[in-house]
């Protein structure tokens, strides 16, 4: 008791003076002294390492620019909260420093901050993260800093680019842990606006080796391949190098890990690093391609290889960065407030304003400015890669930051990202678990067609047999899926509603049939893409034409096709009758005894033949054509009437649901599809006249036929069966309305949704889901039915060609015959007066009325030489 007790008194004082022996050795040059500085770091981590170094550069370029000399006590806290506490003590009471760095944990922060308070000493925390709570609690407290909470936003950017909707998120269990306080929060809102799951959170053990064991194995065993590590870098690299043992930096397995450990990668050994490979980093930016960056990054190099020859890396980090920045940020502040310290110091402090080595000096809420700006690499060989960057100010993805950069959402546009295990392809996210269980897919018994779903019990066997198209289209599915998948049917019975929130419950894996997709529904379940066309149409009973068939002798022909033979039968008779009228005395006469005879003359061609009796070669030449076009016209006709007399011809009921409104007809709708609420809220029907129906087909056939219900309202894969089964009596009518079809749900945040999704395209692509539907419909014996409107009536542009050709020729005879008729004149006319002699040769017959008439065509010879 007596030697416990002296080593419980014994330990504090020996503690002071180790810290005090560590904080002599680094004061700097001698001379009068502006300012006093504290600095608590672990100068057994690389951090710390970096961190002294980049300390007492900073203090003597300081001097050099400003000729003001700083003393800055730099202590070794070896990591150790409690020590760091006393040394927080130390420095305040005996160095009388006006200000305190470090340190870089949030553990130690606690205790320093805690003591700076109370002194009134201002505490600049070199810890990358503090809760929002710690200002207030600890005035005194300054993060210098930048927070790294927005990499979160990086982090989910990166997972979504690649599609994957779950995550493991592993972070670092300690007593006062910053990253379960803070970061862990900030990732659950950036991977929730992603719409990325966190399926398991999982506290990293920091000392006990069989805790890794066991949390990396239950990873291992679980289906998330997607893992996102926030560790501190020695909790970091051992986790890696445990998983490297355990085969889990293998294909399949992504690793994506935070700035607390990508900062330091450069200081990796070659032994370590290779348990790393393929790993994908966000990593805090700082410039460093400068002059200014060059000449610290040289000089860093060379002190730190002095003091350290140990490492093996020399290149400063972002740590080192930050120290060197948080050094000039004090020392600015204690220049310009000479030898004054305590809230007057704090002030001057959070007013700092500057553009340090790591960028913009600036407090918010005693807090640097977070980092906007992250480099993502990949770790491959010896080092790392830069794929690119990504910014939040620009949302997106750059493989440059110069002024040629473009950002797009995807961090596919970066480099080529190596995985681990070095696949050709990338990981899909997930992976059937190693102890996985046949998957338990519910299937709705008692739906509504048998040839959709149908389940069928075997009383022998004790077991069921399931079919359908629904069946078939999920294990066509499955069948293109990169990997096997095990799965056995499960026949439920009850509302689909109950079904969707078994999936919630984790009771069913899964339900495959005609399960429509509701918004209501996917709070429970989430849906695949719909594998039959969405839509919701209204099947009525057929009924006979009941038109007039008054002018269905018009139907064959359309107007313009009546019109042009009508056309071109009057002229093809004007020419006939123009060259044969000084032949033959019937072709004379009066004025309506002519008009008449030309009428009779061009229709009667279409019905005998006149040819024996023309007396000119060219009326014959022209009537040859015109009946032989009159003949392939009649016959078309006369087909095509024929058609239209003897097809059935058959129209829906109702073509509209604004008719059944009027008329306040009842409307049925199945109870599977949860149609009440659209039928009432969308389609505005009245709630009193819907009609439930709970069975199969046949009962919908009944209601139609009895003329209990004038329609029915079925999805549409429903209704193709029903209208193929009974396709003599109902057809479907009106528009197709808009629903979320039928669809395969699963559990909420499933990785087999999108693999599904990508399946289901490759079956449609492949003409496969065709061929089940077919299949389906074939079973029905669907006989076609036609209507009227199947026959369309027989168009000009089928007929141009005679019609020309006819036209063609009787216009040549008649140009013929008034060539021939000018020949034959004694004396030359031209212009109107050949206009006038041809009418007056025309009408010349009728003399005998019009006698004043002769004397104009008493030159003109008989014309009954023309051929």
């Known amino acids: 008791m007596v030697t416990c007790s002296l080593l419980l008194f014994l330990f504090p004082l020996l503690l002071l003076l180790s ?28 951090i710390g390492k970096e961190a002294k170094i980049a300390m007492e550069m900073a203090i003597k370029d300081f001097y050099e620019k400003t000729n003001q000399r700083f003393h800055v006590h730099i202590v070794n806290s070896q990591n150790d909260p409690v020590q760091a506490a006393f040394a927080a003590k130390n420095l305040i009471d005996t160095q009388e420093v006006q200000a305190i760095l470090g340190p870089h944990t949030w553990e130690e922060t606690v205790m320093v901050a805690n003591i700076g308070s109370q002194a009134h000493i201002p505490i600049l925390s070199l810890a990358e993260s503090s809760p929002r709570w710690a200002s207030e609690r600890w005035p005194f407290l300054v993060q210098a800093a930048p927070s790294q909470c927005k990499q979160t936003k990086a982090i989910a950017a990166i997972v979504q680019s690649w599609e994957w909707h779950q995550v493991t998120v592993i972070y670092e269990e300690t007593g006062l842990s910053s990253t379960a306080a803070v970061v862990v929060p900030h990732l659950y809102d950036a991977f929730r606006e992603a719409d990325v799951e966190i399926t398991n959170l999982v506290a990293f053990p920091p000392l006990d080796s069989s805790s890794l064991s066991e949390q990396l194995e239950m990873i291992k065993r679980g289906q998330c391949r997607v893992i996102v590590v926030d560790l501190s870098f020695p909790s970091a690299t051992r986790l890696f190098e445990k998983a490297k043992e355990m085969e889990m930096m293998e294909k399949d397995y992504v690793w994506i890990a935070t700035d607390a450990f ?18 994908i980093g966000v990593q805090s930016y700082f410039p460093s391609n400068n002059d200014l960056h060059k000449e610290f990054h040289m000089r860093f190099r060379t002190r730190f290889s002095s003091e350290y020859p140990e490492e093996d890396r020399r290149e400063a980090g972002i740590y080192a960065v930050q120290a060197y920045d948080a050094v000039w940020t004090v020392c600015q502040a204690m220049f310009k407030n000479s030898k004054a310290g305590g809230q007057k110091l704090l002030d001057t402090i959070l007013y700092s304003k500057f553009n340090g080595l790591s960028g913009l000096i600036q407090f918010e809420e005693k807090k640097l400015a977070p980092g906007k700006i992250f480099r993502i690499i990949n770790v491959l060989g010896k080092s790392y890669r830069t794929l690119g960057f990504w910014s939040e100010s620009d949302n997106g993805f750059s493989r440059t930051l110069d002024e040629r950069a473009t950002f797009n959402h995807s961090m596919k546009s970066l480099k080529r990202v190596i995985w681990p295990g070095e696949p050709r392809s990338t990981p899909r996210g997930w992976a059937i678990p190693t102890n996985a269980k046949s ?19 075997n009383p022998e066997e004790n077991n069921y047999t399931f079919g359908g198209y629904a069946i078939d289209l999920f294990e066509e599915t499955v069948s293109n899926l990169r990997y096997h998948l095990a799965y056995k049917f499960i026949p439920i019975d009850g509302n689909y509603d109950a079904l969707v929130q078994q999936i919630h419950d984790q009771t069913l894996d899964a339900v495959v049939g005609d399960v429509t997709i509701l918004s209501s529904r996917l709070q429970y379940a989430e849906f695949t893409h719909p594998y039959t066309v969405p839509g919701l149409v209204m099947v009525v009973p057929v009924r006979s034409r009941a038109s007039s068939k008054a002018w269905l002798f018009m139907k064959p022909f359309t107007k313009a096709m009546w019109g042009f033979t009508v056309a071109i039968t009057l002229y093809n008779g004007f020419v006939v009758w123009l060259i044969e009228r000084n032949h033959c005395s019937e072709l004379k006469g009066s004025v309506l005894n002519q008009i008449t005879t030309l009428i009779w003359l061009s229709f ?28 392939v016209i009649t016959q078309t006709y006369t087909a095509n009437l024929t058609s239209i007399l003897t097809v059935q011809r058959l129209e829906p009921t109702a073509t509209d649901i604004e008719s059944l409104q009027r008329s306040n007809a009842m409307i049925g709708y199945c109870r599977v599809s949860c149609l009440e609420t659209y039928l009432v809220q969308v389609l505005k029907f009245n709630p009193n006249n819907l009609k439930k129906y709970y069975s199969f087909s046949e009962d919908y056939v009944q209601a139609l036929r009895s ?72 079973t029905q014996n669907c006989e076609e039915m036609e209507s009227e409107e199947d026959f369309s009536s027989i168009s000009v542009t089928s007929y141009w060609v005679l019609f020309t050709l006819t036209g063609f020729t009787s216009t040549v005879a008649l140009a013929v015959y008034v060539a021939h008729l000018y020949s034959k004149l004694e004396e030359p006319i031209f212009g109107n007066q050949i206009i006038w002699r041809l009418m007056s040769a025309v009408i010349a017959p009728w003399g005998q009325q019009k006698k004043w008439f002769c004397r104009k065509i008493s030159d003109i010879e008989s014309p009954s030489n023309v051929p």
Do not use: C
């Not at 904080?23 to 690389?46: F, L, Y």
């Open 707 to 778: 003329k209990e219900i004038e329609a029915i309202f079925l999805d549409v894969p429903i209704a193709k069966i029903f209208t193929a089964k009974y396709s003599k009596e109902f057809i479907a009518a009106g528009p197709t309305y808009k629903t979320g079809g039928f669809g395969f749900a699963f559990p909420k945040g499933s990785p087999l949704v999108p693999e599904m999704n990508k399946a289901l395209l490759k079956v449609s692509e492949s003409g496969k889901a065709r061929e089940l539907e077919k299949k389906m419909l074939a």
């Open 439 to 457: 998957l338990r897919i519910g299937v709705p018994n008692g739906t509504t067609f048998k040839e959709f779903l149908t389940v069928v019990r």
């Open 262 to 279: 990508t900062s330091l990668v450069d200081s990796i050994n070659a032994t370590s690093i290779s348990s790393m490979q393929g790993i």
């Open 604 to 631: 009667s061609t279409l019905f005998s033949l006149h040819a024996e009796k023309l007396h000119s070669s060219l009326s014959r030449m022209a009537m040859v054509v015109w009946l032989f076009v009159a003949l």
């Open 19 to 46: 810290v005090e022996a560590t904080a002599n050795g680094s004061a700097t040059e001698k001379g009068p002294v502006a300012g006093v500085v504290g600095a608590i770091v672990d100068q057994d981590s690389r």
